[in-house]
């Protein structure tokens, strides 16, 4: 049910390794093996950019004390979120808690019980996936931030903000909705950040990456023992969420069973870990999001309407990008900046050309369209800026009708309007729902304006509903 444990192994003794090996690989353990602590210290060197490539260091290497500080202190740093478990046949308590002091997890005294060695290494396992979800949290949050700042001139979006910031002084939860794309997650992490529990976790999770009984386990935790194979307590998310907020995404993705079980713990601020009857009290803020409309999914039986009230105290819209008034040209250009050093620093701009496109696209995967066609463009490019010819034929393929005029003749404000909710449609391909959404109409007027438009090419003699998506 969860990723192997990652353990490296070192030991001056090949078969004395192979042994050890034996062990941990029937624990189902996935276990690399070195000779030699200089050997060691090379491969995780060369490692580097994966801090948390082992949950477990296991290390046989029959040091004297400075020696085996030395080459704890060098995991340590290569390794943060690892923990260091030495193995010896001549172990003093002084070194034993000099050691531990210095950060080991654990001393194993030789000839090592095959029970003993699962027990340690198990606990360690743990301790060392607790160190990634807290370290990876903070990390993953700065990079975020880095990745997609709240970056805005929209009118609508600024009040958001402000809204937005006032809210994350509360106590309450919140239900963010917008379209896939538009930053749910981003908003529920400036909500975490402008509130009291920012320096505590913010941790979140896709409700629909995970089947009902995996995503039990993930947000509650399991008992030693709850099922085969579970040789430990767990914390679920919930619990490494304490003091700090929860965001669960896609949250209508979540099974009827499952939503009874989390509106309890909104209710009574406890929950019980798979297998255990007692209760752990939690302290969590919990912040909701998805991309479904939660009304229709209320009325259709598919979510209920208990948890819906308890979770929609307040609630954020995110509009999709082609309604946020100036926010291509200030995204596109905060993308340039972002990846051109990386992806092609000679690029240093966007010209007018290929902005006027961006500005009339109408953008279906919003700002994570964004962000890859400027990616894209940067690798294309092959001067100091990106041209509307390093956009993808896609966009290109689709621009405005209104600004490819192939006569001198001026268009009447009927015939551009006509023109640009046909151009909306087809660039959605006859998504009517959707196109209504960014010409800022219903779907009725939607239907009445595409009916009139039909006409009006019909009278000028064209086939029926030519360029008019069907409803």
């Not at 999914?297 to 609630?315: S, T």
């Not at 621009?399 to 959605?428: G, H």
């Not at 304006?449 to 090419?457: D, E, G, P, V, W």
Request: proline share 4%.
């Amino acid at each position: 049910m969860f990723d192997p444990i990652r353990i490296l192994l070192v030991d001056r003794d090949k078969v004395a390794a192979r042994n050890l090996e034996h062990v941990l690989v029937k624990e189902g353990c996935g276990v690399t093996t070195l000779t030699g602590g200089a050997a060691a210290m090379k491969f995780l060197e060369s490692g580097m950019d994966d801090p948390c490539r082992f949950e477990a260091v296991l290390a046989d290497l029959n040091l004297d004390a400075m020696e085996e500080s030395q080459f704890l202190r060098h995991c340590l740093r290569l390794q943060p979120a690892t923990e260091v478990i030495f193995i010896s046949d001549k172990v003093s308590v002084a070194s034993v808690v000099d050691v531990i002091r210095q950060g080991a997890f654990h001393y194993l005294t030789k000839p090592v019980r095959p029970a003993d060695l699962r027990e340690t290494v198990l606990r360690a396992a743990e301790h060392s996936r607790h160190k990634q979800v807290r370290q990876g949290l903070r990390s993953g949050l700065a990079r975020q931030d880095e990745q997609l700042p709240l970056i805005t001139r929209d009118p609508a979006m600024l009040r958001l903000l402000e809204q937005a910031r006032r809210a994350a002084m509360m106590e309450l939860p919140i239900l963010i909705t917008g379209e896939t794309g538009t930053g749910k997650e981003i908003l529920a992490r400036f909500l975490h950040d402008s509130s009291n529990r920012a320096n505590k976790p913010f941790v979140a999770v896709n409700c629909g990456a995970f089947n009902e009984e995996l995503l039990a386990n993930e947000l509650f935790g399991h008992g030693r023992e709850a099922f085969t194979g579970a040789m430990r307590d767990r914390k679920g998310l919930v619990e490494t969420a304490h003091g700090g907020t929860l965001f669960l995404d896609e949250i209508t993705e979540m099974s009827l069973t499952m939503q009874v079980k989390l509106l309890r713990v909104i209710q009574e601020k406890e929950l019980r870990r798979l297998g255990v009857t007692t209760p752990v009290s939690v302290d969590v803020r919990f912040l909701a999001a998805t991309n479904r409309p939660v009304q229709a999914e209320v009325e259709a039986g598919r979510f209920r309407q208990d948890l819906y009230y308890r979770l929609n105290v307040v609630d954020f819209h995110l509009p999709p990008l082609a309604r946020r008034q100036g926010d291509v040209p200030v995204l596109a250009r905060h993308f340039l900046e972002k990846y051109g050093q990386a992806v092609n620093p000679q690029v240093t701009g966007i010209s007018r050309n290929a902005m006027e496109l961006l500005n009339h696209h109408a953008f279906p995967g919003n700002v994570r369209e964004l962000e890859n066609i400027i990616q894209r463009a940067l690798a294309f490019a092959t001067g100091p800026e990106v041209t509307e010819d390093d956009l993808p034929d896609s966009l290109r393929a689709t621009a405005n009708p209104l600004f490819q005029r192939t006569d001198d003749r001026l268009l009447s404000l009927e015939e551009m309007e006509a023109k640009y909710i046909l151009w909306v449609c087809d660039a959605l391909h006859g998504n009517q729902t959707m196109a209504a959404k960014v010409l800022g109409l219903d779907r009725v007027s939607l239907w009445r304006r595409l009916k009139k438009i039909q006409a009006r090419i019909v009278d000028k003699g064209e086939a029926p509903g030519d360029g008019v998506p069907s409803g």
